[in-house]
C-alpha cells in the first residue's frame, strides 16, 4: 500500500499511470479484434483496464486460483495478468495435446520481465530459437558424459550419501530442519557435473551459492516479483527486485570466479565437467576463426546458473516433501523400511536395486504427483499462430501448463488429495507408470534433469529411509504436521523440523 500511496504522491506519476493505462486501453481492444477476425479466443473472466483480472488472481499462489477458474472455464482459458493475456491449459488431456502432439507450437519459452533482467536470453531456461536449442543439446549430451543417468551419476550420488547421513546423525535424534544439509547433498551433485568436483559442507564459497539460490526461488514467488512481471515500470519501488539484483549478481560474480579457476587449469584432453568441455568447444571455435558463436561466457555462466537454478532446489525440495510425509504417514514409512529391509539390508541402496523395490518406487511418485513442487511449470508461449480445440491462440500468447491440474486430475487419479501409493501399483503390488505423472512436464521444455532427479530422488531417498525413521518433534504430532507449502517459485514445505531416529 505504502508503495501506491508513495506513487500516487507525485504527480509526474499520475500522468504516466494515465499514459499507461490509455494505452493499454487501446492495446487490449486492439489485440481483442485482430483475433476475433481469426478465430474464438479461449473463454475467461472477463480483464478490467490495466489490472486485467489482477484483482481475482491469488498473487501468492495463483495456481490455486487458476485450478478455480478452470471449473468454471474448462481446460483452455484465457486470464489477463494486468495487462498481460494469458492462456492455461488444465487436465491432462489438453495439456498433453498441447505440449506433446502441438509440441513446436507450444514449445516457446515466455521470459518474463524479472527472468529477462536475470538472463538476457542467454542459458537453458529462459532462452528461446537457435541459442536455447544449442545450449540444451549441449548440456544433455554433457550432463550425460559428465554422468546424467548413467553410473557415472550414481557414483557421484553413492559418493555423497554419507556426508549427509553424518548431518543428519549429529543431531542425535533431536528436532532439526532439513532444508541446509539436503540442498547442499544435492548441489554437490549438480557441482560435481558442473565443475567436476563437491565441495565441503563447510566451505563459504559453496555454502553462501547454495544458501543464495535457495533465497532466490523463494523472493521468485513473491507477489510483488509478480507484480514487477506485469507492470515493470514499477521496477525501481520493488524491496525484493532489489534484493534478487544483488543475489544474482553475486551469483554470477561466483560463477566467473570459478570458471576462472577452471580455465587456469584445463586440458582439453581430460575435461573435469560441463565448464571444460564448454571452454574447450569455445576454443576450438575460436582457432577455426568462428569468433562470433553461440560459445559466449554469457551462455557459459548462464547456463551453469540455470543447471543450479533448476536442479537444486527442485530435487532438495522433494526429498524434504519425502521426509516430512514419511513423518506424517509412519504406517506408509514403516512399509518404505520392511521393502527396504527385504530387498537390501543394510548395504548400500543402487540403481538396480530399483526394479526390486516397487513400493518404495510407487512411494517417491507419490511424493512428486502430491508435493506438485512447480505447479504451474514455466510459462511457455505460442512459437505461432495456433489452432487448438477450436480456439485461435495468435503467436507470442503466454501459455500456462497448469500442472497442478494434471497431477490431480479427477479423470486420471482415484483420490487425488490424498497421499496413496495405490496410484502407483498394480494389484499384484508391482510398479505402475502414469502417463498423467507430469512431475518433469512434458514436450519439447521437458526438465532436462528428468533422468538425474529421478536417480537422485531414489538413491537419497532410500539411503535415508535405511539409516533413520523421521518423526515429528516432541509435543507435535502426526495429524499437526502441515502439508501447506510456503510461497516461492517452487513449492517448498512449510518450515518445520524433524527428527531423524538411527535405525542402525
Ligand atoms: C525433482 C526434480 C525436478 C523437477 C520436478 C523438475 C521439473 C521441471 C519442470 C516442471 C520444468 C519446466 C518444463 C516446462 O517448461 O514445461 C523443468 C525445466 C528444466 N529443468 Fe527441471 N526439474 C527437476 C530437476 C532438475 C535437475 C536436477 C536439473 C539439472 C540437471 C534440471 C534442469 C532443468 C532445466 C535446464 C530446465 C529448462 C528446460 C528448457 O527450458 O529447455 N531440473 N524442470
Request: contains cysteine; charged residues 20%; glycine residues 8%.
Amino acid at each position: 500500500m505504502s508503495l501506491i500511496e508513495g506513487l500516487l504522491q507525485t504527480s509526474s506519476t499520475v500522468t504516466l499511470l494515465g499514459a499507461v493505462l490509455f494505452l493499454l486501453v487501446l492495446y487490449l481492444r486492439a489485440s481483442g479484434s485482430s483475433s476475433e477476425e481469426q478465430g474464438k479466443e479461449p473463454p475467461g473472466p472477463r480483464p478490467l483496464p490495466l489490472l486485467g483480472n489482477m484483482l481475482q488472481l491469488d498473487l501468492k499462489r495463483p495456481y490455486l486460483t487458476l485450478c478455480e477458474l478452470s471449473k468454471k472455464y474448462g481446460s483452455i482459458f484465457t486470464v489477463h495478468f494486468g495487462p498481460k493475456k494469458v492462456v492455461v491449459l488444465a487436465g491432462y488431456k489438453t495439456v498433453k495435446q498441447a505440449l506433446v502432439n502441438q509440441a513446436e507450437d507450444f514449445g516457446d519459452r515466455d521470459i518474463t520481465p524479472v527472468f529477462y533482467d536475470f538472463n538476457q536470453g542467454h542459458g537453458i531456461l529462459f532462452a528461446n530459437g537457435d541459442s536455447w536449442k544449442e545450449m540444451r543439446r549441449f548440456a544433455l549430451t554433457n550432463l550425460r558424459d559428465f554422468g546424467m543417468g548413467n553410473k557415472g551419476s550414481e557414483d557421484k550420488i553413492l559418493e555423497e550419501i554419507p556426508y549427509l547421513i553424518e548431518v543428519f546423525e549429529k543431531h542425535d535424534g533431536q528436532a532439526f530442519d532439513t532444508t541446509q544439509p539436503v540442498i547442499y547433498a544435492v548441489s554437490n551433485i549438480i557441482s560435481a557435473i558442473v565443475y567436476g568436483s563437491r565441495f565441503e559442507y563447510t566451505d563459504p564459497l559453496f555454502t553462501g551459492m547454495a544458501d543464495r539460490a535457495n533465497k532466490s526461488i523463494r523472493l521468485l514467488g513473491t507477489a510483488s516479483i509478480q507484480m514487477y512481471n506485469m507492470f515493470p515500470w514499477l521496477g525501481p519501488w520493488i524491496k525484493n527486485l532489489t534484493s534478487l539484483k544483488e543475489i544474482v549478481v553475486d551469483m554470477k560474480m561466483e560463477v566467473g570466479k570459478l570458471v576462472r579457476g577452471l580455465k587456469e587449469t584445463l586440458n582439453p584432453q581430460m575435461c573435469r565437467g560441463f565448464v571444460d568441455s564448454f571452454l574447450v568447444r569455445k576454443q576450438t571455435l575460436e582457432e577455426s576463426g568462428n569468433m562470433d558463436s553461440l560459445y559466449h561466457d554469457n551462455n557459459l555462466v548462464i547456463s551453469v546458473t540455470n543447471l543450479f537454478g533448476a536442479g537444486t532446489d527442485t530435487t532438495g525440495t522433494t526429498l524434504r516433501w519425502g521426509l516430512l510425509l514419511m513423518a506424517k504417514y509412519t504406517h506408509i514409512q514403516d512399509r518404505v523400511q520392511d521393502e527396504i529391509n527385504r530387498v537390501i539390508g543394510s548395504r548400500q541402496p543402487l540403481v538396480k536395486d530399483r526394479k526390486n523395490l516397487p513400493y518404495t518406487d510407487a512411494v517417491i511418485h507419490e511424493i512428486q504427483r502430491l508435493a506438485n513442487i512447480a505447479p504451474m511449470a514455466i510459462p511457455h508461449t505460442t512459437s505461432r499462430d495456433v489452432t487448438f480445440q477450436g480456439y485461435f491462440i495468435k503467436k507470442g500468447t503466454s501459455v500456462i501448463p497448469l500442472l497442478t491440474s494434471v497431477l490431480q486430475d479427477d479423470s486420471e487419479w482415484e483420490s487425488p488429495q490424498t497421499f496413496n501409493p495405490a496410484h502407483f501399483l498394480d494389484e499384484q503390488g508391482g510398479f505402475v507408470r502414469k502417463d498423467a505423472f507430469m512431475a518433469f512436464s512434458a514436450g519439447r521444455r521437458v526438465c532436462l534433469g528428468e533422468g538425474l532427479a529421478r536417480m537422485e530422488l531414489f538413491l537419497f531417498f532410500t539411503s535415508l529411509l535405511q539409516h533413520f525413521s523421521f518423526s515429528p518433534p516432541p509435543g507435535v504430532t502426526e495429524d499437526d504436521l502441515d502439508l501447506t507449502p510456503s510461497v516461492g517459485f517452487t513449492l517448498n514445505p512449510s518450515p518445520h523440523q524433524l527428527c531423524a531416529v538411527s535405525r542402525i
